[in-house]
């Protein structure tokens, strides 16, 4: 995991972030443009996912981006991820049917797991 991080840091470094924003350098240094403005997609990081991450995000103009110490009950989760579009979570995350259904404009899902991942049933 350590030398995952590193190669992130210095693929920052050595790739600076492009004028345009609704440019974004993926990790080999390549450029994709995004079809939907990065400041208004909103990003929630769930479960103390690293403060590294959540500056990543900001630094390659994803503005929206919230990062909570820990796991969701159900309820809450429904509640909070309506205007999601991309989630990241851990192990005690429970990405049940009922969250799915509220999640209408979820793209994607980020496991930052170790091992064996049970939260989607």
Same mark, same amino acid.
């Given at each position: 995991?350590? +030398? #995952? $991080?590193? #190669?992130?840091?210095? =693929?920052?470094? =050595?790739? /600076?972030? +492009? $004028? *345009?924003? *609704? !440019?974004? /350098?993926? !990790?080999?240094?390549?450029? =994709?443009?995004? +079809?939907? /403005?990065?400041?208004? !997609?909103?990003?929630?990081? #769930?479960? *103390?996912? +690293?403060? !590294?991450?959540?500056?990543?995000?900001?630094?390659n103009g994803y503005t929206q981006t919230q990062r909570l110490s820990k796991a969701l009950p159900e309820p809450d989760l429904i509640d909070a991820i309506k205007n999601v579009h991309i989630l990241g979570i851990r192990s005690k995350t429970q990405i049940t049917p009922g969250v799915l259904k509220a999640a209408q404009r979820l793209q994607a899902i980020g496991c930052f797991c170790i091992g064996e991942f049970r939260g989607c049933y």
């Open positions: 995991m350590g +030398s #995952l $991080v590193k #190669l992130f840091e210095r =693929t920052a470094k =050595t790739n /600076p972030i +492009s $004028v *345009n924003k *609704n !440019i974004m /350098p993926d !990790i080999c240094g390549m450029e =994709t443009k995004t +079809s939907y /403005p990065k400041e208004k !997609i909103n990003v929630l990081l #769930l479960e *103390n996912i +690293s403060e !590294i991450a959540v500056k990543n995000f900001q630094r």
